[in-house]
C-alpha cells in the first residue's frame, strides 16, 4: 500500500470492538482521501488500495454512525463512500479486453461485493433514513445547497449499493435463501428507507429526484418477477397446479419411453462382446456399406461426423449468450415488496412515471435512462394485472403517446445495433426491454377488453383503434421478424417476439370480426425509375402552319402592348420544383414549355413563361438579357417556335408499398398517405415468407425447453401460412422436415400434440404434391418464395417466355452503319443520337448499348455510359483560377459581382460552386460580400434637397419590385449544389412570396377595409400588436441578414381571442402568415421567405389609411407650440432610425396618397396662402413627415410609451373634435402619421366608453 495512503487511513481513527475512535484530524483525512482519487490514473491503484483495506467496514461506516451529530465529517463521509462504491463499469468506461486492465476491474468489483455486505445492515440504513427524514422535513425555502447535496448523495449511495452485482462462486444458495442483495433489502424495509422512497415518488415539491427513485425501485426489484410477487404467499392456483402436473407427466412420460427403447434394444446376450456390423443402405467414403464396430445398443447415435474434429465457429457467428436467469428471493422479502408494489401503485406510480416521460421528452436526463422507464412500465403494469387488475392505477402509461414512444425507441435501438457492433450486446439488451414494454401494453390492452366496466372497455377499443389505423403500429412485428439476427439477439427476445406477434394477431383479427369494414393508413413510397429515355423531335408541323401561328401570335402580342395581367404573372411558374431534375437542367423542359404555349397559339401565356424563365435562369441570355426591348422578346419568341428542340419522354413513375420491413431504403422520393379497407388475410400473407418463417423455425427447435404456450404460438403462425393461406409448399424445406422428424420421434410426444398433428398435415400435403411433382424432392433443398411455391403446386412456366425481342440481320446493319457515321463526330453521347436515327422506334438505350457490346463494336458498356450533366468539370485548372481572379478584380466594384462572373467565365459552372471557390481562394471572406448591391438615389437626392415630396416618394416606389429579387439572389447564392431540388422548391415559393407581398393599391384597399372592421370590434390592441411584431421581425431579419419561421405568441387575453376570430385569421392570411401547419405546430407563422421589406409594408397597411386622410384634413391648423416641440424632439431621434426603416414607411405612405388624391383635392379647404407660402409649407410638412415616419418604428417597439404619450395627446385630439371648423389655412394640410394613428385608436376607445 502506498505510504500516503497508508499515513491518511491511519489518520482518521482505529476501531477497537464497537467503538471507534477518531482522531483529531479525522475531517483533513476523508479530503485528502477525495483529492487521492481524484488523481487515480487508468489502473484505479487508489481505489484498489483503499478496498484491500476495507475503508469503508473498518472506518467510514463506524464514523457515519457514531459522529452523525457532525455534520461536516458526516457530509465528508458520505461523499468519499459515493465515490468508492461507483460501478466498475463507470471507473473503466467498458468491460476491458487486456488481460491487466480485466484483472483490475475483476479486482474493484470484488471490493464492491465486499462493500455491499457491509451495508447488509439495519443501523447503516437507519442512519441514512434517519439523517434523509430530517432534511425532506424542512420546506424548499429553509432547505441549503448543502441540503440538497446531501440529499443527492444519499440517493446515490443507496444506488450505488443496490448496483453491486451479485458474485456467483460465493453465493452457491438455493431458492427462497437470503442472498447478500436480499439482506440489503431487508435492511432498507427495517429502517424505513422504503417509505421515504415511496415519499419522494409522490411528493410534488420533491420531482427534482424522479429519475434517482426510479433507479433505486429498478435495482430493488433485480432479481424479482411481477408473477412470482404476485403469487407470494398465496396457495397455488387450480391453473398452476395443472400446469406442474403436465410438466410432471411429460416428464414421466419421456423416462418410460428411454427405459422401453432401451428394453427393445437389448438382445437376449449380453453385449459385453463388440462386433462388426455392415449397414445395408449407408455409403461409406467409397461405394461400399458403412463398417460398424461398434455396440449395437449405441446405433442410433451414429452419424458420419464421429471422430471428426469439431468446427470452430467464428466469435461474430456465436450465439449471443443468455442473460442470467432469475431467483427466488427469500419469502420474507418477497412479502414486503409484493406491498412495496401495491402501495407504489396506488400512490406514485402515474405522477413518477409523468415526470420521467417529461424529463426524458425534454432531454434533461443522462444518456439511457429511458431503460428505467421501459423496464418500470413493463414490470408494474405486469403486476397490475396478475393483482387484480386496474386501469385506472397505469393509466398514465396507457395511451397512445407510450406506443408511439416506445416504437421509436425500437426503431433507435435496431438502428444502433447495425452501426455499433462494439455495443452490441447492450443494444440488443435496450431493444428487449423495449419489446416488453410494448407486449405489455398490448397485454393491458387485451385485458382492458375483458373488464366489466364499458367505459374501460370503451377506452381499449379507442385505442386498438388508433394502434391498428396506424401503419407503424401494425407492421412493427413484421419488422422485427424481418430483422432478427440469433447472433446479435438472445433466445428470450425471439420467444417474446414470437409471443407478441401472436398476442397481436388475436387481437387484431377479434376486432375485425366485429366489424364489416375496417379502415386503416397505407404508405407507399413513390420511385421515379427512368425506361430507357430517348429524345424524340416535335410532331412534324408545315412551315405555313408555323407562319399562321406566328402571324396570330404577333397580332395578339401587339394589341396588349406586351402588358401583362396581374393574375397571369402570378400564375406562371416555369420550372417544377417537385421534379427530381436538379433547377439547373430545367432549363430546356422550360424552352420546350415556351415552344408549346407557341403552338396552341397562347401568345400572352408563352410571353409570361419566357419572361419568368429569364428571372430564373439569367446565366447566359438564354431567355434574353434583363434590359431586352419588346421587339427582341417577339424576334425571340419566334425563333423558339421555328426550332427543333429535344423532347424527353415522360418518365414512368413506379409506386410500390412501402411494408415497413426495409429500413434501409434511402432512394425514397416521397411517401404518400392514403387509406384502404383492411382485410385480415391479406395482412397474414405478409407473414408467408422464408424470412419470417425461419425465426420461428429456429424456436421450434427448443420445443422440449418451451412453455406450451410458446410451443402454441408457434404451431399457430404456421398453421396460419399452411392452412389459412393455402401455402403449405412454403413449409417444403429439409430442415423442417428433419424437425418433425425428430418432433414424431420423441418419446413424450404424446406432450406436443399440437405440433405432432401440424408436423403429420404438412407431411401429408407433401406426399400428395410430390406424387404429382417428381421434382418435389429437389424443391426440399431450398427456400422458397411465394412465386416459387405457386410454381411447386401449380406447375412451372414455359420455357422461353418472356424472351427479350431479337435484333434482323437488316437491323443490326443499319446500327453498324449509324454507329460508322457517328463514331468519330463529336457528340457528347452517341447513343442518344443513334435512338431517333433507328427504323425500330421500340429499341431503347438498354438495347442499343448491349447489342453494340454483342456486335463487338465497342468493348464494354461502360464506354457509352451516359454522362451526368454538372459533372464534367469538377476540378479548377490553374487558368481557370486566374480567370476567375481576373474577373473578380474586373467586378469587384460592381452592383452585382456574382451575376457578372457567371455570364463572362468560359468554364460554366453553377453559382454555389463559384461562390466556394471564391471564398476558398480568400478574394471573399463571407457570402454577404456576394450580394448583389441595391441601387441608392444620389446623397443629394437622399436627404431630399433640391427634390419635391412627390418627386422622393416616387422614387422610392420605384425600387419597391428590387427588394424581393434581390432576398431572392442573395438566398440563391447561399444555395449548395447539393441541394438543387430544395433550391428549386424554394425559389418557386420565393416567387410567388415576392409577388404576393408587394402590396397594390387594390391590396391595400382590401386591407384597410379589413382593418376597420377589426377596430369596430373592438381590436385595436391586437392590431397593434401584430404590427408590433411585424417591425420587430422585419428589424432583426434586417439586422441579422438570416431568416427563419417566427412564431407569434399572443401573451394578453385580447391577443389571444383574436387570434381566435375569423375575421383576424382571415387578415393574418392576406398579410401571407401562415396557419400551424400540423398537430405539432400551436401558433401561426410568419413564413422565412417574407423579407423585411416586405414586412414593413405589411405592417404599414395595417393603418386604416381612409380615417387618417380624413383626421388629416380636421386637423390642420390645430396644432399648438406643446406639439411642435414634441414633433422636434421626435425629429432628433427619428435621425438615429436607419434610412431603410425610413423609406419603406414612405413607400407605404405614397400609396396612400395616390389612392386618396382625389377625395382630398375635393374636399380640401381653398388655401390663401401665397405661391411663396405654399411652397414652405410644402417643405416644412415633408420635413415633419419624414421624421414622424422614422419614428414610428420605435413607436411600435415600445408598447408602453405609446399608452402613455397616448394619454399625454388626449386634449389635442378632443380639440378637433370640438373645434373642427376653426380656421386652419396657416397650417400644414395632414398631420403626423405617427400622431395620427394614436388619435384615431384614442377616438375608437371613447367610442366603446
Known sequence: MNCELLATCSALGYLEGDTYHKEADCLESVKDLIRYLRHEDDTRDVRQQLGDSQIIQNDLLPIIVQYKQEKALFDACIRLMVNLTQPAMLCFGKVPDDPVFRHHFIQVTSHLQAYKEAFASEGVFGILSETLYNLLQLDWEQREEEDNLLIERILLLVRNVLHVPADPCEEKKVDDDASVHDRVLWAIHMSGFDDLVKFLASAQSEQQWSMHVLEIISLMFRDQTPEGLVSAGNARSAEEKQRDSQELEALRQKEHAEKRSRTLQRGNRHSRFGGSYVVQGLKAIGDKDVVYHRNLLNFRNYTHDIGKAVRRVPKRNRRIQECEDKRRSALNVRLFLRDFCVDFLENCYNRLMYLVKENLIREQTQQHDETYYLWALSFFMAFNRGNGFRADLVSETMSIRTFHFIERNITNYYEMLLTDRKEATSWSRRMHLALKAYQELLLTVNEMDRSHDESIRQSSNVVKSNIFYMMEYREIFLTLLRKYDETKQPHSYLKDLVESTHLFLRMLERFCKGRKNLIVQRKRVKRKKSRGKKTQSVAETSPELLEDTWKIVEEELRATGFHLSESLTESIVPFDATSETPLEEQRTEAMVRVQDALLARMGPEALGLLRAAREVW????????????????????????????????????????????????????????????????????????????????????????????????????????????????????????????????????????????????????????????????????????????????????????????????????????????????????????????????????????????????????????????????????????????????????????????????????????????????????????????????????????????????????????????????????????????????????????????????????????????????????????????????????????????????????????????????????????????????????????????????????????????????????LRDPTEEQQQQEEEEEGEEVSGEHRAQALRALLLARKRKRHTVMDTAPVSDLTPADATDSVTERSQEKTSNKRSRSRLLDDDEDEEQEKGDDSSPVKDVDTNGDADSDGEDISAPVKRRRKMVLIDEEEEED
Open 618 to 1117: 439569367p446565366e447566359g441570355d438564354v431567355f434574353g438579357s434583363a434590359d431586352v426591348e419588346p421587339e427582341e422578346e417577339l424576334e425571340l419568341l419566334k425563333q423558339i417556335l421555328h426550332a427543333n428542340l429535344p423532347r424527353p419522354t415522360p418518365e414512368t413513375l413506379v409506386e410500390e408499398e412501402d411494408d415497413g420491413a426495409e429500413l434501409e431504403e434511402e432512394e425514397m422520393e416521397s411517401v404518400q398517405v392514403s387509406e384502404l379497407e383492411f382485410n385480415f388475410l391479406d395482412f397474414i400473407k405478409k407473414f408467408a415468407n422464408p424470412s419470417i418463417v425461419h425465426p420461428y423455425l429456429l424456436l421450434l427447435k427448443s420445443y422440449s425447453k418451451n412453455t406450451p404456450h410458446t410451443n402454441h404460438c408457434i404451431a399457430r403462425m404456421l398453421h396460419r401460412i399452411a392452412v389459412d393461406l393455402k401455402m403449405d409448399a412454403l413449409l417444403f424445406q429439409l430442415s423442417i422436415f428433419h424437425l418433425f422428424n425428430k418432433i414424431l420421434s420423441d418419446p413424450a410426444a404424446a406432450a406436443y400434440k399440437e405440433l405432432v398433428t401440424f408436423a403429420k398435415y404438412v407431411m401429408n400435403r407433401f406426399f400428395s404434391v410430390a406424387a404429382q411433382n417428381n421434382k418435389a424432392y429437389v424443391e426440399l433443398l431450398f427456400w422458397k418464395n411465394v412465386g416459387a411455391v405457386r410454381e411447386m403446386t401449380e406447375g412451372y412456366s414455359k420455357d422461353g417466355e418472356g424472351k427479350k425481342p431479337t435484333w434482323t440481320e437488316e437491323e443490326e446493319e443499319e446500327l453498324r452503319k449509324l454507329y460508322m457515321e457517328h463514331r468519330d463526330s463529336e457528340v457528347p453521347d452517341i447513343v442518344e443520337t443513334l435512338l431517333p436515327l433507328l427504323s425500330n422506334s421500340d429499341r431503347t438505350r438498354r438495347h442499343v448499348v448491349t447489342q453494340l457490346v454483342h456486335m463487338g463494336l465497342v468493348d464494354n458498356a461502360k464506354e457509352l455510359k451516359k454522362q451526368k450533366k454538372g459533372t464534367r468539370i469538377v476540378l479548377w485548372t490553374e487558368e481557370q483560377e486566374e480567370e476567375l481572379q481576373m474577373l473578380f478584380e474586373e467586378y469587384k466594384d460592381s452592383d452585382d459581382v456574382l451575376g457578372n462572373i457567371l455570364k463572362k467565365i468560359t468554364a460554366k459552372r453553377s453559382r454555389a460552386r463559384v461562390v466556394d471557390k471564391l471564398l476558398s481562394m480568400g478574394l471573399v471572406s463571407e457570402r454577404r460580400e456576394l450580394y448583389k448591391k441595391r441601387s441608392r438615389s444620389a446623397q443629394g437626392k437622399k436627404s431630399g434637397d433640391g427634390m419635391t415630396e412627390e418627386e422622393f416618394l416616387a422614387e422610392l416606389t420605384q425600387e419597391l419590385p428590387d427588394d424581393s429579387v434581390d432576398m431572392d439572389d442573395e438566398d440563391e447564392s447561399e444555395e449548395s449544389e447539393g441541394d438543387e431540388d430544395e433550391q428549386s422548391e424554394r425559389s418557386q415559393n420565393g416567387g410567388k412570396k415576392s409577388q404576393s407581398f408587394n402590396l397594390t393599391v387594390e391590396r391595400r384597399a382590401d386591407l384597410g377595409a379589413m382593418v376597420r372592421a377589426l377596430q369596430k370590434e373592438g381590436m385595436s390592441g391586437p392590431l397593434l400588436w401584430l404590427q408590433n411584431c411585424l417591425n420587430r421581425t422585419a428589424s432583426d431579419r434586417d439586422e441579422d441578414g438570416v431568416s427563419q419561421p417566427v412564431p407569434l405568441v399572443p401573451l394578453a387575453e385580447a391577443s389571444e381571442e383574436a387570434m381566435e376570430n375569423k375575421s383576424f385569421q382571415r387578415l393574418l392570411r392576406k398579410l401571407g402568415i401562415r396557419p400551424p401547419a400540423d398537430e405539432q405546430e400551436t401558433f401561426w407563422r410568419i413564413p422565412a421567405e417574407i423579407s423585411p421589406s416586405q414586412l414593413w409594408s405589411a405592417a404599414a397597411a395595417l393603418t386604416p389609411r381612409e380615417d387618417e386622410s380624413e383626421n388629416a384634413e380636421e386637423q390642420d391648423g
